[in-house]
Structure formats: C-alpha cells, structure tokens
C-alpha cells in the first residue's frame, strides 16, 4: 500500500499513550512505516483533545487508560469517554485503539458501529506487522473489531447500570451512597442490581456472594476495570 494511502497533504497522526517507552515504541513504528508523516504524540485525555482539535489528524492511535490531565490516576473510564467525545465531535476520523482493555469498549459499542471514520483495535501484544495492518485499515476507512465478537454480543446495558456497577465496585459506595450519587431511592438501587444480575446471568446460590459474582462477570465482560 503506498505510503500517503490517497491523502494529499503529508499524513497526520496523534499517538496516544501515558507510558513513555509504549508511546515513543509507537511513535518510531509508525515513522518507519510513514517516513513523510507528520507524528504527534499525547499523554492525557486533554492534550488529546487539544491536538486533534488544531491538527485536524488522519489518525488518531490511541490507548484506553489514561490520565484525564498530567498527575491524575490513569482509568480505563477515562479512555472510553475521550473516545465517545472524539467519534461524536470527529466522526470522520480513522482511529486505532491499541491497549490491553480493549474488551471495555463493548461499552460503546453502539457508539463504534455507528463511527463513520475507519475503527480498528489492536492489543498490543500483538506483533508488530498485525498493528501496522490494522493502522492501514483503519486510513482505508475499514472497521475491524472482531476481537469484540461474543464478548457480550446482544447484552444491552443500560447507563444506569453501568454507573451502579462504577459506582459499587470502582468508588466502593454501597446502596446507600450509591443511592444518594445516582438521586434515586435504595429501592430503585436495588431493583437496578436485579437487572444488571439478570443480564450478566448472576443469580442467587447458596454459600455464595451474589454481589461478588457480579462483579467478577462484570470485570469479565468489560463493565469495569
């Protein structure tokens, strides 16, 4: 595939990453494929947005746990939500996630299929050739998630759920608290667990804890980190 893959001007590229041998790793791949590209590199969830923002990219190449800004803890969380703020303010942009969390994106998955850009996923144990080819499916345009397949395929889950589980087994609130967090009653927290156990397919034992299983499916399925 030839180098500037039917783009006029020199090929633009964010790279992502809070690890700076991981980010510079990248940085020098994607060089050595592209020698004419022009390459920039972002740690937080805030210089990303700034980048695109004003380099109007090609390619964002991005992993999910970051920092929202320098000196705040990393989280999967805030990865998925720069990235449903990038697809929904650039829906045109080709974008790689490469990251060890790729299965947290069954998160947005709606979000993902309706992505107009080229969206691929890459772990990044994979070798390097496999994440270069899915860096020129995505410039094509082309949607490759198939590692997401079966992952929960089906299972919907609504947003109040999901912010349950964060707010139980990420923030470590119980009903209570989560009650007071959400603004609904404990009833209603309640009832909210009855659903998302009956989705994940957690459902009482005896001698077991019902409230850990679920958070072991949910780890599973990609709810929460």
């Not at 893959?5 to 809070?18: A, E, H, Q």
């Not at 592209?34 to 190449?61: D, G, M, R, S």
């Not at 198939?146 to 889950?157: A, F, I, P, T, Y």
């Not at 499916?217 to 980190?225: C, T, Y």
């Amino acid at each position: 595939m030839s180098e500037n893959l039917g783009f006029i001007d020199p090929l633009k590229i964010v790279v992502v990453d809070d690890h700076d041998l991981i980010l510079n790793g990248t940085f020098n791949m994607l060089k050595q494929k592209y020698p004419k590209a022009k390459i920039y590199t972002a740690q937080t969830a805030v210089e990303v947005l700034c980048q695109v923002e004003a380099i109007n990219p090609n390619l964002l190449v991005m992993d999910l746990c970051l920092p929202e800004k320098a000196e705040i803890k990393t989280k999967t969380d805030t990865g998925i939500q720069l990235l449903r703020t990038v697809m929904k303010n650039y829906p045109t942009l080709n974008i790689l996630v490469q990251s060890t969390y790729i299965k947290t994106l069954v998160r947005i998955r709606p979000e993902i299929d309706s992505h107009r850009g080229g969206f691929t996923i890459a772990d990044k144990s994979l070798p390097t050739q496999e994440i270069l080819t899915r860096v020129d499916w995505s410039l094509q345009g082309l949607t490759h998630i198939k590692d997401l397949k079966g992952v929960h395929s089906g299972l919907e889950v609504k947003p109040e759920w999901l912010n349950l589980l964060i707010l139980a087994f990420e923030e470590g609130l119980q009903d209570k608290a989560i009650a007071e967090q959400m603004g609904v009653s404990e009833r209603m927290v309640r009832h909210y667990w009855t659903k998302i156990q009956d989705v994940l397919g957690v459902y009482p034992e005896e001698g077991q804890n019902i409230r850990i299983k679920t958070e072991i499916r949910a780890r599973e399925e990609g709810l929460i980190d």
